[in-house]
């Protein structure tokens, strides 16, 4: 059983999201492996802490022509739309796990690039925001 003291340390990492800026951190860290590591990590938390002042999407893995790839090797076609579930596992393999279950398209089973885009980038924004305090 739980210690007071360690369920109210327990209580105050959920309640900062503490769990999710380390692991986010740490993600980048590895991922970009940087020859100044702490130099590196003050750098991202400067960032976050300006895309929280100026309500942007803060530093993540993924940048913008990475959803163009993950979209284009789903349509490689180049129909300019994929299948609602390639919408929804593209979404996760982004690390996106809160997404819209009815987007544009949904019901003709054509996610448009755009609508894919938009959600992709939206999901990444609220990934970034566990970086932000809670107020």
Not at 48 to 72: E, T, Y
Not at 96 to 108: K, L, Q
């Amino acid at each position: 059983m739980a210690t007071k003291q360690e369920k109210d340390a327990a209580d105050y990492l959920r309640k900062h999201r503490i769990a999710a800026l380390v692991e986010n951190l740490f993600s980048m860290l590895l991922f970009y492996r940087p020859d100044n590591p702490r130099e590196f990590l003050v750098e991202q938390l400067k960032q976050l802490k300006l895309s929280q002042i100026n309500n942007v999407m803060g530093p993540h893995l993924f940048k913008r022509s990475n959803l163009d790839a993950v979209f284009g090797i789903l349509d490689p076609a180049k129909q300019n739309h994929i299948t609602f579930a390639q919408y929804k596992q593209a979404l996760k393999t982004l690390g996106i796990s809160d997404i819209d279950e009815c987007p544009e398209g949904v019901n003709e089973d054509r996610i448009s690039y755009e609508t894919f885009k938009a959600e992709a980038e939206r999901g990444l924004q609220r990934c970034s925001a566990t970086f932000c305090s809670q107020h």
